[in-house]
């Protein structure tokens, strides 16, 4: 077995400025080290955590590696801060150095995005979402926005949420080809007259085309609320069109592509100052006094720090160069699994999302999902077009290539993956909708190759990567 030893970058100090050792350093590194004596049953799991995401190959569409400065300055004695309202018009007094950050990180979002408005303080998207509805929404308003089957989201107006249940939510879908079915979306916001036509998706691997959403918004008076969530990252690198200037308001969580913190954005470009329904008050106050006080309380400030620091991030050149690798890489996952006899919605993708049929491999998703986690790999089940399986159960698997991207795994490296995949797939035996026998040998040996993999192509978090061997020889 080899071994090497991957070393940790070196804090970039410039020449003549004080080295990281300030009072906000010092106040994390001595909480760790505490942490680690008064309450060693948490640490330890913080620890195996980062053990876990260092040694497993994650494919959860809907996650990536946040930088560790974001993962520093998320732990921020900020976070003691207790002001209510905005900058300059705060509830509370000492907001002086959090009023300063949150005007930065409004900054960074518009000028990452090219938005005319931004509000960092949602503390989620979902969040962002029903403050975004509640406010140009009344109770038994009409909502049009994409089914949970087909792809969209539980604050899209599904019943099991309460956009389904204190608006009237209709929901358009796919075609055939499993694309967004436009002449249904036209077909039902002529029918229906929804004061919102909701664009964006949670399981959704093409090309959102926003621009004839706007179109249908349009000709019915409709808000368009652009969730792009998934995609944000694409967005900010210019690889997805932006609907910042299309829709009326877009809504991003800002930890899923961002590389951010847990949290959420509302975004306005082009029609920031349109009036919202009273026909008076532009959408950007509207958005503002959504947020705090009708939906939220106290901001998280440390949050918000967090958020500046990822939207620096996100603006950097080599977050582009990573966007660009998600692409790829999704591509090339699709390739390979299809040339591998599996079928792929909508047969490959435009984004880092592949969605995967596995009833051909006599498996449920969550089977599915359940022995890939046994081997090392995390992908999440997900229903697909038709299926006729419950939501805990379902019928397909959503793969994701942000973190794959992230490690700096390459197409090449994809058809290892994709060899993971249809090794415990092809390999795992269906007992019941939830329940599976995999060969004890075959976990073994993916594992093994999973490590492999891993420590090959370390995440920015992995400090010390140790290199097993390749036994089967899926790798480059
Ligand atoms: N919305 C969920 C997902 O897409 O996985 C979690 O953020």
Not at 132 to 146: F, H, M, N
Not at 244 to 251: E, F, Q, R
Not at 289 to 301: I, L
């Amino acid at each position: 077995m080899t071994h090497r030893t991957v070393t940790a970058p070196e804090p970039t100090v410039v020449p003549g400025e004080r080295p990281p050792t300030g009072a906000q350093a010092e106040l994390l590194r001595t909480g760790m080290d505490t942490l680690h004596h008064a309450d060693p049953e948490l640490a330890a799991l913080l620890d195996a955590e980062v053990e876990q995401q260092n040694s497993t190959l994650a494919m959860i569409a809907s996650a990536s590696t946040a930088d560790p400065t974001v993962l520093a300055v998320g732990g921020a004695a900020l976070s003691n801060v207790t002001a209510e309202g905005y900058p300059g018009a705060r509830y509370h007094p000492g907001a002086r150095q959090f009023d300063e950050v949150e005007r930065l990180a409004v900054e960074r979002a518009k000028q990452l995005f090219g938005a005319r408005y931004a509000n960092v303080q949602p503390h989620s998207c979902s969040s962002a979402n029903l403050a975004v509805l509640s406010s140009l929404l009344r109770p038994g308003d009409t909502l049009l926005g994409l089914d949970l089957d087909a792809g969209g989201h539980l604050t899209h107006g599904s019943r099991a949420s309460v956009s389904g249940r204190h608006y009237h939510a209709v929901s358009y879908g796919l075609d055939d080809r499993g694309l967004i079915d436009f002449a249904q979306v036209a077909e039902l916001a002529r029918e229906h007259r929804p004061r919102v036509l909701i664009a964006g998706a949670s399981a959704y691997p093409r090309t959102v085309d926003f621009a004839r959403f706007r179109e249908i918004a349009d000709r019915v008076g409709a808000y368009l609320l652009a969730d792009i969530s998934h995609i944000a990252g694409l967005v900010a690198a210019g690889l997805h069109p932006s609907p910042v200037d299309v829709a009326h308001l877009t809504t991003t969580s800002t930890y899923k592509q961002l590389g951010g913190p847990r949290g959420g954005l509302i975004l306005a470009g082009r029609d920031f100052d349109a009036p919202g329904p009273d026909g008076r008050t532009p959408l950007h106050r509207l958005m503002q006094r959504a947020v705090f006080p009708q939906s939220q309380g106290t901001p998280s400030p440390a949050s918000i720090a967090a958020k500046a620091r990822a939207f620096a991030v996100a603006a950097e050149p080599a977050f582009r160069e990573t966007a660009e690798l998600i692409v790829a890489d999704a591509r090339a996952l699709a390739a390979e699994l299809s040339a591998l006899g599996h079928r792929i919605l909508t047969g490959g993708t435009d984004n880092h999302m592949v969605l995967m049929d596995v009833t051909g491999t006599g498996l449920t998703g969550v089977t599915a999902e359940r022995a890939l986690e046994e081997c090392g790999i995390l992908a999440n089940r997900n229903r697909i077009p038709g299926d006729t399986r419950p939501p805990l159960v379902t019928s397909g698997l959503r793969l994701g290539t942000n973190i794959l991207a992230q490690r700096g795994m390459g197409p090449a490296q994809m058809r290892a993956c994709a060899q993971l995949l249809h090794l415990v797939l092809t390999g795992t035996h269906l007992v019941s909708d939830t329940t599976y026998r995999i060969d004890p040998a075959l976990v073994t040996t993916v594992r093994e190759e999973v490590r492999w993999l891993c420590a090959r192509n370390p995440l920015p978090i992995d400090t010390d990567a140790s290199t097993p061997v390749s036994l089967i020889g899926v790798g480059p």
